[in-house]
């Protein structure tokens, strides 16, 4: 399963629900089933903000798995801007849609970019449960 790391808040923002719109810099052709990683980095400010304490808050981590719509460049309508990024002119906005939020962090060692991560179970199985082996 592809797998995408991020610091802390944002992960747990996309598990929660609270952010369906992953700002970045670069565009993002994969679509499909995609593992959210809480890396071990911490935003203590936006976590507080966010209503997160950065001493608790999971990391090193997968914590849900979302399927990854479409990627558009901002500005764009089906995009609109949020307090969880970055939505200046130019940047791409990954499009999510939450589909499992685990019960408990599932520990594992992130990466940068896009990534390959085996789940501690049967990974067919379990994508037919949430919607189809992708």
């Known amino acids: 399963m592809k797998a995408l790391s991020f610091w802390q808040p944002y992960a747990s923002l996309i598990a929660d629900g609270r952010k369906k719109i992953e700002t970045r810099l670069w565009e993002l052709f994969y679509r499909g089933k995609l593992a959210i990683h809480a890396a071990k980095k911490v935003d203590r400010t936006a976590c507080v903000t966010f209503g997160y304490d950065p001493d608790t808050i ?77």
């Open 58 to 134: 999971p990391r090193g981590a997968i914590l849900c798995i979302v399927n990854v719509d479409g990627c558009v460049r901002f500005p764009h309508d089906s995009a609109p801007p949020d307090v969880y990024g970055n939505f200046a002119a130019g940047r791409f906005g990954i499009l999510m849609t939450l589909l499992d939020k685990f019960p408990k962090a599932v520990p594992a060692k992130g990466r940068q970019g896009l990534w390959n991560w085996t789940p501690p179970w049967d990974e067919r199985h379990y994508l037919s449960q949430i919607g189809g082996a992708k």
